[in-house]
Every structure is written in C-alpha cells, then in structure tokens.
C-alpha cells in the first residue's frame, strides 16, 4: 500500500501544506477539513478510497502547516487562498469533499467555479440564519489563548471532549495538539464563517450535491434545511459525532464512493 505525502504548495499569500494519497486518470478530490483540524482528519478516508483517482487534504490558512492569514479575512478570501494552492497542485477539475468550514469554503469554490468543481459533497452543512450565526459566534468564536498558567491546555482538552473527540485518546490528542496550533486561526476562520451567506452561495451550487452529517453532529439540526433548499441533492446520516471522518470512516468512504458513482455517471450519460 503506498503511502500518504506531505508537501507544500506556493501560494502568492504564503505556502500551503497538503496531503496526498492515490493516484490513477479519475478526477481528483479535494478534501477540506473542520476547524480547528487540518488534513489529518481525512487520512482514514483516504486510506480506504480506491487509489483510481489523486486524493488531496490540505490544510486551510491558520491551521496545520499552512500559512497563518494577517488579520480577519471574509471567507471567500480562504476559498481564494484554497483554490490558489489547488492551481498550484496544477488540479483543473476537481471534486470537493468539505467537513465544516471545509463546506464553507467547498461552497464558495462551488458556487463561483461551476467550470471547475464536478461535485461537492458536505459533511455538516451551515445553512444558518442570522440569528443563528449570531447564537454559534458567542458560543464558538473565544480564542482558548494560550496563558501563563497554562489552563488553556485543559480548556481545549475539555472543550474537544465536549464535541466527542473523546471516544479515542488517539483522535482527541492529536485534535487538541491541532487546535492549539490553531488558536488564532480557529478565532479568524469562524468569524468568517458565522459572516458568510452560506444559503445564498448554495442555492448557487449547479453541480451534484451530496449531504452528510451525524446524529450527534452539532450541526445535524440543519441537515433538514440543506435538505430542503437543495432537494435535488443527496444525503446521508453517518456516524461520529463531530469527527465523522475519523469515527466513521467506513461509512463516509462508503458514501463518497457511492456518490462520486452517481455523479460522474450523470456526466457520463
């Protein structure tokens, strides 16, 4: 079995590292993972897809060994920043796979690139209202900051043990390990995310669709209405909590293969 690489692509606002796994003439995917991970969330998909394709997880500005952005950015400037590491890969078209802020930023691409993007699957989609966004900004958007005493490390072992991490000690270190790099860019990444119009861009979206989200997912009460503005779409409920990729990944890979089926065959027919 070949192995998972790790690289760095150039960028003109900075490098972006980037896993890459299979290899074969299918159009590749384009993994894109949730805050506060990076492409490590996406390996155990990686290792069970059919290596009939190039499979790419990269890690978005401000987490992983990515770039950190100067500032607070809107997030069509991190889907500008994604799609310039995907040029510089040299990927034309592409399928995106999005967890999270990865939809969030999967959508814009998908949105504004129907040339490019053959399709998009999500795993918790943000359909959200303004009122909504608002609720998650003051629950989800305090920077853990590191401090002198250094009980921000219990902060975001506990703060990861509340959104299900713990089920593995594997998994839960190396997403606190992940969100501590990432304190700032965590901050950065969700107010753009909670700024977007994620239900303007999605009702954009013309290529096939494919919806996921887990029971205990905190976005799952949301599945219904991504369901309901797009019902030519796709959907799945998996398992896994907030980490379905990891905890699920027999499941997910089950569905991205099955979906990636329908729809290249829609293109084909």
Known sequence: MTRIRKAYVDTPAGQVHYRQHGGGSGTPIVFLHQTASSGAMWEEVMRRLPQDRPLYALDTPGFGGSFDPEGFQPMEQYAAWVLAAIDGIGLKRFHICGH?????????????????????????????????????????????????????????????RGLGAHSDLTLHHREVVDTLRAWMGRFQVYTAVWDQDFIGLMKQVRCPMHLMCAPD?????????????????????????NF????????????IVAFLARAEAAVAA
């Open 217 to 241: 997912d905190v976005l799952m009460p949301f599945l219904d209405r991504a369901r309901e503005l797009r019902p030519d779409a796709t959907s799945k409920v998996l398992k896994g909590a």
């Open 244 to 255: 379905e990729p990891d905890q699920d990944p027999e499941g997910t890979t089950a569905e």
């Open 100 to 160: 999270h802020t990865g939809a969030c930023i999967g959508v814009d691409i998908a949105a504004k690139n129907p040339d490019r993007v053959a399709s998009l699957a999500m795993i918790g989609p943000v359909p959200l209202t303004q009122e909504e966004r608002d609720a998650f900004r003051q629950h989800y958007q305090k920077p853990m900051s590191p401090t002198a005493d250094g009980s921000y490390l219990l902060q975001t072992w506990e703060y990861l």
